[in-house]
């Protein structure tokens, strides 16, 4: 049973920075790459980054690329998202995910989602 708990999430002005964290568990979390999606109120939920097993590859979104940041610690199951200059379409319920498979660039999500941590930026 995999499972994905994320945190970081709160109230932050326009041109503010959070960082999200998510603790992965019940899975060898080091073999496969991660993602982060989110999902904004009435929208589908949309790919925000990935970032391969070892941190060496990562993929973003255009509308986030040079403002957010994926990394990744293995030795303590955890994967993060610095986002910086935020901006109110950043609003969102922010998710972790682990890859179905081993492919970043088209990362394809497995069916092992964590709870969410709300984003909200106010302008």
């Known amino acids: 049973q995999v499972q994905l708990v994320e945190s970081g999430g709160g109230l932050v002005q326009a041109g503010g920075s959070l960082r999200l964290s998510c603790a992965a568990s019940g899975r060898t979390f080091s073999n496969y790459p991660m993602g982060w999606f989110r999902q904004a109120p009435g929208k589908e939920r949309e790919f925000v980054a990935a970032i391969s097993w070892r941190g060496s590859n990562t993929y973003y979104a255009g509308s986030v690329k040079g403002r957010f940041t994926i990394s990744r610690d293995n030795a303590k199951n955890t994967v993060f998202l610095q986002m910086n200059s935020l901006k109110p379409e950043d609003t969102a319920v922010y998710y972790c995910?682990?890859?179905?498979?081993?492919?970043?660039?088209?990362?394809?999500?497995?069916?092992?989602w964590g709870q969410g941590t709300q984003v909200t930026v106010s302008s």
């Open positions: 995910n682990t890859a179905l498979d081993y492919s970043v660039t088209y990362y394809r999500p497995s069916e092992y």
